[in-house]
């Protein structure tokens, strides 16, 4: 393909984008296909001469979208949103187009300096405290990640440094086993699996730390189980607390929580995954209160902030803590202004050695939308949420199960869990709109997502309105 053959095939596909975007809502939202649909449908090997784009569009209609789940459909009701704008496909496009590998300053300046200027953008939106911030002076700073899991798992691995080379420090006949083997992390009983994935692979004990009854972690569990764990011989080191979590979009105290594990000398990393970008809105700005006592503080624009897949932010109080883990400076990855102290090679702050130009779908996004735009889409959100749950409140047949915050509601039939679990199949099997489920405590709940960038408030009352059907069918079979 040429740069003539491009430009064509380039238009084509942006209005195949934009036309399966907007008639989105007539596809049915869950696909109809079984384990291995795909592998019969495409030869076994791959083509000794080229096809053309008019052959591939076509079988991306036959062969791929029956089994693609439509995230961005307004009947889309499922896990978190997933964030999806024009502006930040644009980006993506130009992304691809200069391809840089952006592991160093060196390997692409822009990219580098982007990322560090969007990153205190978006720590500004959030009124974090400054020394978050990167700059001149700055100590701190930001680093978009390509997932919440990776930046905690990240937090842990320089938690888990800073720990072990003080205690040898102060201690210089201690190994790195001896040390290891008593390290412990904590988190919320409510906290999401990676948190558990995270100790899992930095090879460190993690414990569930009880939560309240509106499913919130306290101090006065975290102290009860540090003291137990200190009696113990063991090392308290990393804390993660979670602002809204997954299964009900609960809020751990961080209030409460942060001053401990800063008395404690323990690494607090706040995984706001999904509530993070509410925070740009004055009024739940308050959900973040206390984020001056963390070392570290990461959320997902790509969840809820227009910005595709990936772009996970996070920050540290102290640069030096990611750097001193992680970096590795062979020869061919130096250059000359890697010590002046006027910027950072983004390399050391991470997992992998590559990455891409991402900052600049948060730059198109920002600049397209402005912080006001950006607002309004949120507030729309949480305004749909508490329509639902309206809605559920009004029929005596069902309950909401926890606080509704933000843009989920955790609701259920009133009845057994087997009852809720047969509601949910009927909804699922019946392709109309897409929903999870959840445990909180030993009930077994539905969450209702508002998602779609698309989604009004007659597709709320569509999905309602399709639920009490359901629900009405089965209650009355089972009376039968």
Same mark, same amino acid.
């Given at each position: 393909m040429n740069a003539s053959e491009f430009r064509k095939t380039g238009k084509e596909m942006v209005d195949y984008v934009a036309d399966y975007l907007e008639g989105i809502e007539e596809r049915q939202v869950y696909p109809d296909v079984e384990p291995g649909y795909l592998r019969p449908l495409i030869p076994t090997t791959a083509p000794q001469e080229p096809d053309t784009f008019e052959d591939i569009m076509i079988d991306v209609e036959k062969i791929i979208m029956p089994g693609v789940t439509h995230w961005h459909s307004p009947h889309f009701f499922a =896990?978190?949103?997933? &964030?999806?704008? =024009?502006?930040?496909?644009?980006?993506?496009?130009?992304?691809g187009a200069i391809g840089c590998i952006g592991f160093s300053w060196a390997a692409s300046p822009a990219c580098t300096e982007l990322e560090t200027v969007m990153m205190d953008w978006l720590g500004k939106m959030l009124e974090l405290p400054e020394v978050f911030l &990167?700059?001149?002076? +700055? /100590?701190?700073?930001?680093v978009i990640q390509g997932s919440a899991s990776e930046a905690t798992l990240v937090a842990l691995l320089a938690a888990r440094t800073k720990v072990i080379r003080q205690l040898q420090t102060a201690h210089p006949d201690l190994t790195q086993a001896a040390i290891m083997e008593k390290l412990v992390a904590y988190s919320s009983d409510q906290a999401h699996s990676s948190v558990e994935r995270a100790g899992l692979i930095g090879g460190v004990k993690l414990k569930a730390i009880p939560s309240d009854s509106e499913f919130a972690m306290r101090a006065s569990a975290l102290q009860e189980a540090l003291e137990r764990d200190k009696a113990a011989g063991l090392?308290? %080191?990393?804390?993660?607390?979670?602002?809204?979590?997954? +299964?009900?979009?609960? %809020?751990?105290?961080?209030? /409460?929580?942060?001053?401990?594990?800063? @008395?404690?000398?323990? @690494?607090?990393?706040i995984d706001a995954a999904y509530a993070g970008s509410a925070f740009i809105c004055p009024e739940f700005r308050h959900l973040l209160n206390g984020v001056e006592f963390a070392d570290s503080f990461n959320f997902n624009p790509h969840k809820w902030l227009l910005v595709n897949f990936d772009c996970s932010a996070m920050w540290v109080k102290k640069r030096s803590t990611l750097t001193g883990a992680f970096k590795m400076d062979p020869l061919y990855l130096k250059h000359s202004h890697q010590d002046s102290g006027l910027i950072t090679d983004y390399r050391h702050w991470q997992l992998p050695l590559g990455r891409r130009f991402r900052s600049l779908k948060m730059w198109f996004v920002f600049r397209m939308y402005g912080v006001k735009g950006l607002q309004a889409y949120i507030r729309k959100h949480v305004q749909l949420s508490h329509e639902f749950e309206a809605l559920v409140r009004q029929d005596p047949c069902f309950e909401i199960c926890a606080e509704v915050t933000l843009g989920l509601v955790c609701f259920r039939l009133k009845g057994s869990n087997k009852l809720n679990e047969a509601l949910l199949e009927k909804i699922n099997n019946a392709r109309?709109?897409?929903?999870?489920?959840?445990?909180?405590?030993?009930?077994?709940?539905?969450?209702f997502a508002i998602c779609s960038r698309t989604v009004e408030s007659a597709h709320i009352q569509h999905a309602w309105k399709h639920i009490r059907e359901l629900a009405t069918q089965l209650l009355q079979a089972r009376k039968e």
């Open positions: =896990y978190f949103p997933t &964030a999806s704008s =024009y502006p930040a496909m644009l980006a993506d496009m130009l992304c &990167a700059g001149r002076n +700055s /100590e701190g700073g930001g090392i308290p %080191f990393f804390v993660v607390a979670t602002l809204g979590t997954t +299964s009900c979009c609960s %809020f751990d105290n961080l209030l /409460e929580v942060g001053p401990i594990c800063n @008395w404690e000398n323990m @690494w607090l990393h109309k709109i897409h929903l999870v489920p959840c445990h909180l405590r030993d009930k077994f709940v539905l969450r």
